[in-house]
C-alpha cells in the first residue's frame, strides 16, 4: 500500500507589503521582483492581479486594519489613488466607488490613515497632477523603457530613495499632439486613437504581460519603478535590522 506523505511548502519568510488602489499589478509586480510577499487591494476585481487580492475600498480597508492592529502583519505599504474624480483613466475606478471627489480631497484622507499605520509608505501620482511630496522622481527612459510614463512618489515614514538621473529623452512619444503627427521611440500608453499605443505595444513598453486589458494598462505604473523603489526599502530594513 502506497504511503501518501504531505508536502511541506516552506514559510512565506519575505516582508509582507500592501498595495492599495492595486489595478492589475504593475507596482505589486516590481515590488514582487524586489522581495516583499505582495497584496492588492481595489475596488473593482481584478481577475489579472497576479498575487494575492482582495476586492475592496481601500481607504475603509486601510482604516480596518488599524482599528484592528492587523496592519502591523505589514512591512510597508503603497498607494497609487486616482489622480482626478473626472480623469478618462480613472473614471472606471471613481464610478464603480461613486467618490465624487477630486484627487486632492481624496490623498489628504489616505496620508493621515498612512500615517496612522506607523509604517513606511509610497504614495504614486503622475507628474504635476497631485498634491503629493515629489521625494522621487521616475522616467522610464532611465530604465531604457520605450514609453515615459513620468511620475512622482511621496515617501512617507522617514526613509528615501536615491534619485536616477533624467537622461535626456531619445526623442517624441509617437502620435498626434495638436493635429501634428510624429514618430518616436515613445509609444503613448494612454486612451485610443491618434496615434495610441496597441495593447501589444503597452504590454511590451512597460514589461507587463499578464494583463492585455487596456484600461489596466493605461493605469499601471512599469514594474521596474517599484522594483527599485521595493529594493531600496529593503536595504533599510536591512540597516536598521544589523
Known amino acids: 500500500m502506497t504511503q501518501h506523505v ?5 514559510a512565506d519568510h519575505r516582508p509582507a507589503l500592501l498595495d492599495l488602489f ?3 499589478g504593475g507596482a505589486a509586480m516590481g515590488y514582487n521582483r524586489a522581495g516583499f510577499k505582495v497584496t492588492g487591494i481595489d475596488i473593482v476585481d481584478r481577475p489579472n492581479y497576479p498575487f494575492t487580492f482582495h476586492r475592496a475600498d481601500a481607504l475603509e480597508y486601510l482604516a480596518a486594519l488599524i482599528t484592528s492592529g492587523e496592519i502591523r502583519r505589514y512591512a510597508a505599504v503603497h498607494a497609487s489613488p486616482p489622480c482626478q474624480a473626472g480623469c478618462a483613466l480613472t473614471v472606471g475606478t471613481n464610478k464603480a466607488r461613486g467618490w465624487g471627489r477630486t484627487h486632492v480631497q481624496l490623498i489628504p484622507e489616505l496620508r493621515t490613515l498612512l500615517d496612522a499605520t506607523g509604517l513606511p509608505y509610497v504614495i504614486e501620482q503622475p507628474n504635476g497632477k497631485a498634491p503629493v511630496r515629489a521625494d522621487l522622481r521616475l522616467c ?5 523603457l520605450d514609453v515615459l510614463r513620468h511620475r512622482v512618489f511621496e515617501l512617507g515614514g522617514g526613509w528615501s530613495v536615491p534619485q536616477p538621473a533624467h537622461p535626456r529623452h531619445r526623442g517624441y512619444v509617437r502620435g498626434y499632439r495638436h493635429g501634428v503627427y510624429r514618430d518616436g521611440p515613445y509609444v503613448a500608453a ?3 486613437g491618434g496615434g495610441k499605443a496597441t495593447v501589444p505595444e503597452m504590454q511590451q513598453a512597460m514589461g507587463i504581460t499578464w494583463t492585455n486589458v487596456r484600461e489596466e494598462l493605461t493605469e499601471a505604473i512599469p514594474p521596474d519603478y517599484t522594483e527599485l523603489i521595493g529594493a531600496a526599502r529593503l536595504v533599510s530594513m536591512r540597516a536598521v535590522a544589523a
Open 190 to 192: 494612454y486612451g485610443a
Open 22 to 24: 492595486s489595478c492589475a
Open 6 to 10: 504531505p508536502i511541506r511548502r516552506a
Open 140 to 144: 522610464g527612459e532611465m530604465f531604457k
